[in-house]
């Protein structure tokens, strides 16, 4: 697994221990294969309880939005392209967690709309040109 490539600051959510911070940052650099889901899943658990889903939310919207971190360059100069992956990349995510039977389906739906929006004003920050919309693969 990838080490963090910088230091993030978790102010403002209650990501305080450095072993939930370690939790956090191998979730967000988690890839979308089978282990990275594994991960995602695995670590996902510790921030199931209600109290912390919003913690888990904004964990899952670094990570839908991780690669644009890595390759900046390959979203400015392919943008079409780049959401694509995005939201292929989401799409994975939702059909592991809705195959976990402890994770609830409308937390799963609420978190994608989390990761959306993220995606979304990410997208609209590297390429502004660009209009952005996840309506469509919410139904596809």
Same mark, same amino acid.
Request: aromatic letters at 12%.
């Given at each position: 697994?990838? &080490? *963090?490539? @910088? ?12 072993? %939930? !911070?370690?939790?956090?940052? +191998? ?6 294969? $089978?282990?990275?889901?594994?991960? $995602?899943?695995?670590?996902?658990? @510790?921030?199931? !309880?209600? *109290?912390?889903? !919003?913690?888990? /939310? ?5 990570? +839908? ?12 100069? /392919?943008?079409? +392209?780049?959401?694509? *992956?995005? /939201?292929?990349?989401? %799409?994975? $995510?939702?059909?592991?967690? /809705? ?18 929006? +993220?995606?979304? #004003? %990410? ?12 309506? #469509? &693969?919410? @139904? *596809?």
């Amino acid at each position: 697994m990838n &080490m *963090a490539l @910088y230091t993030r600051d978790f102010t403002g959510t209650d990501i305080k221990t450095p072993f %939930e !911070q370690m939790r956090s940052n +191998a979730m967000i650099n988690a890839r979308h294969d $089978l282990r990275g889901m594994s991960v $995602l899943i695995f670590n996902a658990n @510790y921030f199931l !309880q209600e *109290a912390r889903h !919003q913690d888990l /939310y904004y964990i899952l919207s670094l990570w +839908a939005v991780e690669p644009t971190k890595r390759s900046p360059v390959k979203f400015r100069k /392919y943008p079409k +392209a780049g959401r694509n *992956a995005l /939201y292929k990349r989401v %799409e994975i $995510l939702r059909k592991h967690f /809705y195959m976990a039977p402890h994770i609830h389906d409308c937390f799963v739906d609420t978190a994608i709309d989390h990761m959306m929006i +993220a995606i979304d #004003n %990410e997208l609209s920050i590297i390429h502004p040109d660009i209009k952005q919309s996840h309506n #469509n &693969m919410r @139904y *596809a």
